[in-house]
């Protein structure tokens, strides 16, 4: 091995231990005792194992409640985001229709404003609708939000996948829309499963909409529950850092079961000679 490899290998252990640092403390701390998480100096790892942060925050805390709030939200979000921007990332890249090159520009700059600068007129929507306090206004914000990011992410994924694929399916038979379901589609599995992802995600973390929308305890989602054991005076951070390690659980077993479609996606279909 040369010198140059022992360089790269050592600049990205140090890189790798940066990224991973935080999410060790996370887990640490949430197997802490109240008492141990302030001890000085601070100790990475507990002495014993405490699953009593986990136990306490799940039920006493009501995270159970918040925790399946957000996986309904988020998972309508991301699955009506998906077929949406299926659907109009495979016109934008299949058919010229007028006036799509602005449209999709207008796209990312709506991505431009922050969130906190639509809080007001979102608002305002929502309570014409007389949907404040429910579920479905924030899956509403959440499309809206997410949507042209996802058309715009798509669309390139499709532009990549050449046109002479599907024709050659429709010359063996297969109707137009059939090409695009057995040929078009699997070949961009991996940007379809990267921008489900991104959508989830976004979807899933989301603080300002559901703080701004939802009065109901019953109706918090994830961030507004987390936010709740963060105390004036004093925090846990034993049972804080529980409900984050929770909260990413969905996120990891979303990357596990959906790593094997990117694979399959990459290695599947081409033409034939």
Known sequence: MGTNHILLYLVLGIFLIFA???FLWMVTTAFKSGGEVLTYPPKIFPSSLH???F????TDGNLMIYFFNSLKVASIAT???IIIAILAAIGFSRYDLPGSESLKVLFLVSQLFPLVLLVTPY???MRILDILDTHLALIIAYISFVLPFSVWMLTNYF???PRDMEESAMIDGTTKFGAIIRVTLPLAAPGIVATTINAFILAWNEFIFAQTFIDSPDLRTLPIGLRAFMGQYQTDWNLLMAGAVISTIPVIL?????QRHVIAGLTSGGVKG
């Open 51 to 53: 699953w009593e942060s």
């Open 123 to 125: 608002y305002n929507i």
């Open 55 to 58: 136990q306490k925050i799940w």
């Open 159 to 161: 532009n990549a996948i």
């Open 79 to 81: 699955v009506t985001t």
């Open 254 to 258: 979303l990357f596990m079961f959906l």
């Open 20 to 22: 991973i640092f935080p």
